[in-house]
């Protein structure tokens, strides 16, 4: 299994790059979103391999929590790799974990691919999605240590979102600042 790649660009397109590795060229398909941050000739990719009797397809990902979003939605019934591509090139990881916390379909049904019905399946399956860092990437080890706080608590992990939602700080002000918007719910 293919975990990761790094080489040279030979060719990029928005939704797939060439990448030249010791001189075999691998097509890698990637979302828009990396395609946009791909800034040099010479990159490395977290990649998702997935083999068919027909294929053997690589995704790749510069940031580690786009990749868990994209293996996230693959395991979801109905979402195949191409509507799972197309979430992350709608969606930062970051938005997607607000989109799933506010279980907001309009969002969701912007996606190519996505209507009504599976952005509600989609939605019920993923109550538990939450980006590496919590939902604010500016105070990664302190959110993740409140959410698991406020968890132990007895609190729903949906409520924990919206308490925490914009909210910055260490652990114990987070804690603070959670537990006083989670008596309001």
Same mark, same amino acid.
């Given at each position: ?10 060719k990029?397109e ?9 001189g075999?060229?691998y ?6 979103n ?11 990719l977290?990649?998702?391999?997935i ?5 053997n397809?690589?995704?790749? *990902? ?5 990749k @868990?979003?994209?293996?996230? %939605? ?5 979402? #195949? =790799?191409?509507? &799972?591509?197309a ?7 970051a938005? *997607? ?5 506010? @279980?907001?379909?309009s969002? %969701?049904?912007r996606?190519?691919g996505? #209507? =009504?019905k599976? &952005?509600?399946?989609?939605l019920v ?11 604010d990437?500016s105070?990664p ?16 992990k ?14 114990a ?13």
């Open positions: 299994m293919i975990v990761g790649i790094e080489g040279i660009i030979d990029k928005p939704t797939f790059i060439h990448l030249n590795v010791n075999i060229i097509q890698v398909d990637i979302s828009i990396t395609s946009n941050s791909i800034s040099e000739n010479r990159v490395k977290l990649v998702t391999q083999i068919r009797e027909d294929a397809i690589l995704f790749g *990902f510069l940031d580690i929590n786009e @868990k979003m994209f293996d996230t %939605l693959i395991k979801i019934n109905g979402v #195949g =790799p191409k509507v &799972a591509m979430t992350c090139s709608t969606f930062t990881p938005t *997607f974990s607000r989109v799933v916390a506010d @279980k907001d379909v969002l %969701l049904k996606v190519p996505i #209507g =009504p599976s &952005a509600s399946r989609i399956e993923l109550v538990d999605f939450i980006v590496d860092g919590g939902l990437e105070a080890s302190g959110m993740s240590d409140a959410v698991l706080a406020l968890e132990s608590l007895g609190f729903k949906e409520h924990i979102r919206k308490a925490l939602l914009g909210a910055t700080g260490d652990t002000s987070l804690v603070k600042h959670g537990l006083k918007k989670l008596q309001r719910f």
